[in-house]
Each structure stands twice: as structure tokens, then as C-alpha cells.
């Protein structure tokens, strides 16, 4: 397996850790052949006892494996093999894209996408967010809930406060309106010794098509450093009570940095979850809820992904397959129910931290905890990846014993357990029903034509219309153009600095809930998209479609007059009105803003 992991990628993402945890990757590399390394000339590829070797400084010839530290685009020019990023991962795995594409599925599913907490986007939900919760506060003058407002692009805890009326939001920053979530705070967390945690998991993305997804079964948890209590006024800015962030607890005096993986500030998931079966919990019953955590968010998060896939590799082009590992943070209630806070797209595979030596010298000292978490999942998703290598077999228990997660990283080299778990799609049974929104990116994606194009123009939305046949006399090709224009303009409303002309996902998504709502009025929401989706595919499967999108996406029609022209809302037929709980306007031109590498935060060590 030829593996390339350049140091410029490596060293901004990792500094030293995630390189160590390569070259050790579980015996491939022995400490006499590392030393060896160190006397090699730059550039010299590492040889591997697995038969591997990396390419630190790049390779021209192709690799298996491209092992980039921040975004698919750390190198332009990969035409095969495989890319430990998803394009558009890192936009999609923002806070405000995070929220949206849930608040989607909550919309389809509420029951099933309980796990994620209120949310509003601001500033376009302002109003919305103080109404609601002047009418909460007016109903019962005894409620009196807590948010959290994170900075959309914010992460390791950074910018993050809690309010209790929405009074105190900070909305500016300077001049502009600061983009942020504000979400419900959960009050009642799960405790241990009296503190607030939650749980990294560690999650692989092997393929988007066909989805299959793994779990690492092992995690980490991650302390509070100060005894929880219940947000008060008084006590609402405790950053060290209230937020679990490892980057925040370690300037705390009170941070326990321990090389036992069941005490102090960070020890394993295994060890909290025994624990927590000491005293009765079922604690089978919590990992499933997890299981079901990590597997619903993937699907919320495929759609769009599946568009940045098609924009940056489209079928035909020689272009490499991408797989990555995410980073989920989850708090457990104090009822035991698992709650999403947010997925890292970069977490941090350091396996050392920091530590004050002597009075004001910090340095980088193993971390047992982190190395017996990580050095796992590395380890496993090169061995599921690397094409050499013989698939190995899934039939694992859910939970490591004891014994497994005591075992340590052998020095001679030979490999432990496999700590990931195939969860997708094993149970794909019992979650496929939820792929509903992927139908939806599916005909857009069919929509778009040209490549690299993430936005449908008005032509491709007629043709979609027509395709399908979804115009009639009473929704004629005219009132069709002013859907489009009134959609997109919505989501293009609050973005007047946005280039990108044209329909994204999330705008196309409305028109087909809109046209869903239309013509299967008399249906639950869900059940009118699966019927549209069900006529659309049909229509797209008869023979004759594919005559008519043939000799339309050869026709370069000019958009619609009404798009210069025509006052909106005066000539629609039936105005466009958008489920309440559709967003009314949007600044999704963020998602489809490529984003440079070097401006984006590296991995994240939370
Ligand atoms: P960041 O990317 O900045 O780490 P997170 O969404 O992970 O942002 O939030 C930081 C920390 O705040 C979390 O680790 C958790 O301890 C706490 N937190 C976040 N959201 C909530 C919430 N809805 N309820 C309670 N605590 C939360």
C-alpha cells in the first residue's frame, strides 16, 4: 500500500501526534526503524513491515491512500486512490449547515431526530427565536430554560455563552451580524463525581455510495473540571462547569491529567460505561441509542454531501473515492438519552498533551487515554481501506470487555482487536426509511447537468418539471418560473454579496416540499414527499424522459423573463408559503462556498 501523508498537510493538522501515531500504526514501524528513518534523506518513502510505505514528501506516481490534515482540497491533483476527506465535509459540519440539514430531517421525522437539541439560526431566526420564547415565558411564568449560542464557525469551545433571555444575545460583531446557533441548553446532564462530560466518538465515512459507516468502540469522555450545577444567573459564565471542551478544562488548576483510563479529566468511554453498568444501567440500551445517534446524523449530513461529491468528482471523471473519519460529540442526559452537540469533521488524533513540567514549561507528554483510543481507529481505517489487504470481519461484541480495553498497544507489534464496528449497513433495515432527503439530492443531482455545478438554473428546474410532469393547468410552466424565482430569491435574500446564481439544495428542497404540499394535499408531510418522490422516479424511469431531458439540456435556454423582470408575489398564482418550520430565508452560500484550506480551523482537539 503506497501511503502519502505529507508533512505540510501533517504538521499543520497533527504537529507530531497524528505522524507518531502513523509510524507506529501498531507495530508497522519498530523504534530501531524509526531511528533509521531519522537518518534517511528527506523525501525517501518509509518502508512498512505491513508491506505499506509512506510518502511524507508526496509522490508522483499515484498512492493508495491520500492522507490530507485539513480538506479534500490539500491536493488538487489526486486522479485515483483514495482521500481521507469528503469534499464539502467541512462546510456541511458547520454549526448553522449542521443545524439545517437536522432541522430537515426533524421536520420529516420529529420523533426520530429527538436527539438533537432547539435550535435557531441567527440572525435570520432572530424574531422567531425571541417570540417563541416570550410565548414559552408568557404561558408558564416558571419555565425559565438556558441557551447556547455558538459561533457558526467556531469550535473547541470558542465565542460560546449561555443566555437566559434573549435580551442578551450578542449580535454584532462590529459592523456585521454574527452567525451563530442559539440552542436549547440541556439542564439535567448525566453526572459522574459530580461533573458534567460527554463522549468523542470516533466515526468512519467509508463510502457515501453505498453508505457504509463504522464506530469506534471505544471513545473518549471529557471532564468538567468544576461541580456541576444547574445554570443560575450567577453561574452561567462557569466555562468550567458548563462546557466539557478538553481545550478549555486544561487551563483549569483542577484538570486531572491521569494515565488511568477510569480517573481523571479525559479517560475512556469503556470505563464510564462500566461504571455507569455498576450501578445498573443498561448500558447496551445507551450504546444502541448512540449507535442510532451516529447513523441518523450521517443520513441527515449525506444529501449535500452527495451534491459536493458529484460537483468535485462527477461520474466519468477519473477521480480518487473518499473516506473520513468524524469526530461526534454526544452528551448523555441525566435520564441516559444521548444528545448530538456537534460533529467534528477534523478531530485531533494527538496522542500526547500538554503538560507543565516544571513551573512554566509546558510540554508534549503521552497520553495513554488518547493513544488507546486513537491509535485503534487509525489503525483500523488503514486496514479497512488499504485495497492489499484482505477485509476483515465484522462480528464483534458492541461493547469491549474490560480485558480488550486494558489490552495495550503490544510492543511487539502485533495487532490488537479491531476496535471499528460496521454499523452501516448492518443495520440498514431498520434506518433505511430515513433516507428520504438522499431521494431528493438525488434528482437534483440528475438536474444539474454540467459538472461541478452545485445549483440548478431555471432550465434545469423546468426540465425537472417537465420530466416529471409536474405542470398542469393548474400550475403552468409560468407559475413554475416563479416558484424558482421566489424560492431562490428567499435563499439568496439575506446574501446580496453571493455570486452564485441559482437553486442549491436547500432551496431545491423547499420547492419540493412545496410541490409535495400541493398536489398531495390531503397527506401527512413525509408522506406527500415520499409520494412526489415515488411520481418523479417513476417518470424518470419511463422511457420517453429521457428523449425530453436529452433535447433540453442541449437547448441553452435563457432564464425565464420573469426573472429580470416580473414583480414577484403580484403574478404568482399561489404564493409560495413555506411550512412554518422552513426556513424563510437563508445564507446557504456558505455551503456552497469553497473554502480555502489555509482559512480553515485544523483539527480540533475539544
Ligand atoms: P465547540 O465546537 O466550540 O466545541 P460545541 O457545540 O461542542 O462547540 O459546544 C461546546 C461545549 O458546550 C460542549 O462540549 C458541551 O459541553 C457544551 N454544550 C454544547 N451544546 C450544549 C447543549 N445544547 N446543552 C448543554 N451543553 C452544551
Redesign the pocket.
Known amino acids: 500500500m503506497h501511503l502519502n501523508a505529507s508533512p505540510a498537510n501533517q504538521m499543520e493538522a497533527e504537529g507530531d501526534g497524528l505522524l507518531r501515531l502513523l509510524l507506529l500504526l501498531l507495530g508497522y514501524i519498530s523504534r530501531t526503524q524509526r531511528a533509521g528513518d531519522r537518518r534517511q534523506p528527506a523525501g525517501t518513502p518509509r518502508k512498512r513491515r505491513s508491506g505499506s510505505r509512506e510518502f511524507p514528501l508526496g509522490r508522483r506516481a499515484a498512492c493508495d491512500i491520500y492522507w490530507h490534515g485539513v480538506s479534500f482540497h490539500d491536493n488538487e491533483n489526486i486522479v485515483s486512490g483514495q482521500v481521507n476527506k469528503f469534499p464539502g465535509m467541512i462546510e456541511m459540519l458547520r454549526?448553522i449547515n449542521m443545524s439545517r440539514a437536522v432541522r430537515t430531517m426533524q421536520e420529516l421525522f420529529p420523533e426520530e431526530y429527538d436527539f438533537y437539541?432547539r435550535s435557531w439560526i441567527l440572525p435570520e431566526e432572530y424574531q422567531q427565536f425571541t417570540t417563541q420564547i416570550r410565548l414559552v415565558k408568557d404561558n408558564d411564568a416558571s419555565v425559565n430554560p438556558t441557551f447556547?449560542v455558538?459561533p457558526d464557525g467556531?469550535?473547541?469551545?470558542?465565542?460560546?455563552y449561555l443566555i437566559r433571555d434573549p435580551s442578551d444575545l450578542k449580535l454584532m460583531a462590529g459592523s456585521q451580524a454574527k452567525q451563530a446557533v442559539v440552542?436549547?441548553?440541556?439542564q439535567k446532564?448525566l453526572l459522574i463525581d459530580k461533573l458534567?462530560f460527554?463522549i468523542r466518538l470516533y466515526v468512519l465515512i467509508k463510502s457515501l455510495e453505498p453508505l457504509e459507516i463504522y464506530i469506534a468502540k471505544e471513545g473518549l469522555t471529557?471532564f468538567?473540571t468544576e461541580p456541576y450545577q444547574e445554570p443560575s444567573q450567577k453561574n452561567l459564565s462557569h466555562v468550567f462547569m458548563?462546557?466539557?471542551?478538553y481545550s478549555l478544562n486544561i487551563h483549569s488548576g483542577n484538570f486531572i491529567h491521569s494515565d488511568s483510563q477510569s480517573t481523571g479529566s479525559k479517560r475512556t468511554l469503556s470505563s464510564v460505561l462500566y461504571r455507569l453498568a455498576a450501578k445498573g444501567v443498561d448500558i447496551k440500551k445507551v450504546w444502541s441509542d448512540i449507535i442510532a445517534l451516529v447513523i441518523k446524523t450521517v443520513i441527515a449530513i449525506v444529501p449535500e454531501l452527495k451534491v459536493y461529491y458529484h460537483a468535485d468528482i462527477p461520474p466519468g471523471k477519473p477521480g480518487p473515492t473518499c473516506f473520513q473519519i468524524l469526530g461526534f460529540?454526544i452528551?448523555l442526559m441525566k435520564n441516559l438519552k444521548p444528545?448530538l452537540?456537534?460533529v467534528?469533521s477534523n478531530p485531533s488524533m494527538r496522542i500526547e498533551h500538554e503538560q507543565e513540567v516544571a513551573p512554566g514549561v509546558l510540554e508534549y507528554v503521552p497520553s495513554p487515554v488518547d493513544k488507546e483510543v486513537k491509535v485503534g481507529v487509525i489503525r483500523d481505517t488503514l486496514r479497512l481501506m488499504d485495497p492489499g489487504l484482505k477485509k476483515p470481519s465484522i462480528s464483534q461484541k458492541e461493547i469491549p470487555t474490560e480485558a480488550e480495553t486494558q489490552a495495550r498497544i503490544p510492543d511487539d507489534g502485533t495487532l490488537p482487536s479491531l476496535c471499528l464496528k460496521q454499523v452501516y449497513p448492518k443495520y440498514s433495515k431498520q434506518f433505511n426509511y430515513l433516507r428520504l432527503v438522499e431521494r431528493i439530492a438525488a434528482l437534483f443531482i440528475r438536474f444539474l447537468g454540467v459538472k461541478g455545478n452545485m445549483r440548478l438554473g431555471p432550465t434545469a428546474f423546468r426540465t425537472f418539471i417537465r420530466t416529471c410532469k409536474l405542470s398542469s393547468s393548474n400550475f403552468t410552466m409560468a407559475s413554475v418560473d416563479i416558484l424558482y424565482i421566489d424560492i431562490t430569491r428567499r435563499w439568496s435574500g439575506a446574501t446580496p454579496d453571493s455570486r452564485e446564481a441559482g437553486m442549491g439544495l436547500q432551496a431545491y428542497m423547499d420547492a419540493i416540499f412545496y410541490l409535495a404540499a400541493r398536489r398531495f394535499k390531503s397527506l401527512a408531510l413525509r408522506e406527500q414527499v415520499a409520494s412526489l418522490l415515488e411520481l418523479c422516479e417513476a417518470q424518470l424511469e419511463s422511457p420517453s424522459s429521457v428523449e425530453e431531458r436529452r433535447s433540453v439540456s442541449c437547448s441553452r435556454a435563457p432564464p425565464p423573463r420573469a426573472n429580470r423582470t416580473q414583480t414577484l408575489g403580484l403574478t404568482h398564482p399561489q404564493p409560495y408559503s413555506p411550512s412554518p418550520l422552513r426556513r424563510a430565508a437563508s445564507q446557504d452560500y456558505r455551503l456552497h462556498q469553497r473554502l480555502k484550506p489555509r482559512a480553515l480551523k485544523v483539527n480540533?482537539e475539544?
Open positions: 454549526k437539541p447556547i455558538k467556531g469550535s473547541q469551545g470558542d465565542g460560546i440552542q436549547e441548553y440541556i446532564p458534567k460527554d471529557r468538567c458548563h462546557l466539557t471542551n460529540d452528551l444528545v452537540l456537534e467534528n480540533v475539544n
